[in-house]
């Protein structure tokens, strides 16, 4: 069955600093990772998708992820954090191989600090 | 809209009565998502949408839940018997098909509270 950990409900970092959200997963077919974005009241985004190819995945507003078979990772980093990035992020796997059914993480909740 | 649309954006109710929650997909999008988020669990698959195919309904949590999608665009989410624990952020999302890597573009969701 499939499954995805996202490490730390809250992350906490200053403006500018290096923002890393971290999401291991378990699949049984090769997996298929996305990250997605929340804001208040709104419904989700998404930023990144890993389905096959390159490791190293850029999305929009200056993230990227890796993923990293043999630790059976996702994690998301961006560089240097902005205010507006402020939102809860959830990481997620798909079900199978023949349907889009994605299981999401918990999600974690990314403050930013001035 | 170009988006995900989903009506009405916040339903107050109380238990026991029904309710219907509405989305409008993308046009030209064969496949539609529900799901629902609550503070206890998380994001939770409910059921989905491919063309003219079954629908998948492996994620409803109970026989008090049902969908339906007329012409293969709009679709109805209803909860008859309302419950307090029915309370949560219903949220619709659509994609081009059900392939796997294809990404799912989200409506803003609809607030239901039971009373």
């Known amino acids: 069955a499939q499954s995805v950990t996202q490490l730390g409900s809250h992350v906490s970092v200053s403006e500018g600093a290096l923002v890393l959200l971290r999401c291991n997963y378990s699949?049984?077919?090769?997996?298929?990772l996305f990250w997605y974005v929340q804001y208040p009241n709104q419904g989700l985004q998404l930023l990144l998708k890993?389905?096959?190819?390159?490791?190293l995945v850029k999305g929009i507003n200056g993230f990227e992820a890796e993923f990293k078979k043999s630790e059976t990772s996702f994690h998301l980093t961006k560089p240097s954090a902005h205010m507006s990035d402020a939102a809860e992020y959830f990481c997620a796997v798909r079900v199978s191989s023949n349907t889009g059914k994605l299981i999401f993480g918990q999600g974690t909740t990314l403050q930013v600090k001035p | 809209g170009a988006g995900v649309s989903q009506s009405p954006s916040n339903k107050v109710t109380e238990k026991g009565k029904d309710v219907e929650l509405r989305c409008d997909p993308i046009?030209?999008?064969?496949?539609l998502y529900w799901y629902r988020q609550s503070l206890g669990q998380g994001l939770e698959f409910l059921i989905y949408?491919?063309?003219?195919?079954?629908?998948?309904k492996s994620g409803l949590p109970s026989d008090r839940f049902s969908a339906e999608r007329t012409g293969g665009s709009v679709s109805t989410l209803t909860i008859q018997r309302t419950q307090q624990e029915d309370s949560a952020v219903y949220l619709c999302a659509s994609s081009w098909d059900r392939g796997p890597g294809q990404p799912q573009h989200f409506g803003d969701g609809t607030r239901l509270s039971i009373l």
């Open positions: 046009s030209g999008h064969t496949a």
């Open positions: 949408f491919q063309g003219n195919s079954a629908p998948d």
């Open positions: 699949s049984s077919v090769p997996p298929y």
């Open positions: 890993y389905t096959t190819g390159a490791t």
